[in-house]
């Protein structure tokens, strides 16, 4: 919740947000309300749900669902994200190492966050700091490839090279 509300400070109204399927980035979707004008555009097959009673402007990719993540993945979702631009994109992964990279084990999901993250202006990682760790099997990029890091707790210090990144306190 609090990573939520970190992140719903960085919609302003009128924007075209990206979201992926995260749970982190879930939590944003039951903020994003608060906001006008706004489009959500986003794989999360629980998106409608979450929006349905927002007024918010919401595009779903559709696409094979991941099993267990609700997660929209594979070329059709991918070919579906190349079709907006956004923004903002907001997404979470699995683990930020201390080395500064971003890594999860769902392969697909990675790939549609990298044609997400392609299409938007900002790029904001919501990260629990309980995601600080070893790398996992796959990685979606570095810290310098993003533009923001939004944390519930301030973890900026175990990453001086990219202070400037992290949403202030």
Known sequence: VIIGKRALSLVRDGDTVMVDASSTAAELLKL???RHSIA???????????????????FVSGGELAR?????VGGYAEDFFRTFRADVCFFSVRRLSSDGELSDNAIAENAVRRVMMARAKKRVLLLDSKKLGESCMNTLCALDEIDTVVSETDISALFPAYKNKFLPF
């Open 32 to 34: 994003i309300g608060a």
């Open 68 to 72: 267990g993540t609700y997660a929209f």
């Open 40 to 58: 959500v555009v986003t794989n999360n097959a629980g998106a409608p749900v979450l929006l349905s009673e927002t007024g918010i402007k919401t």
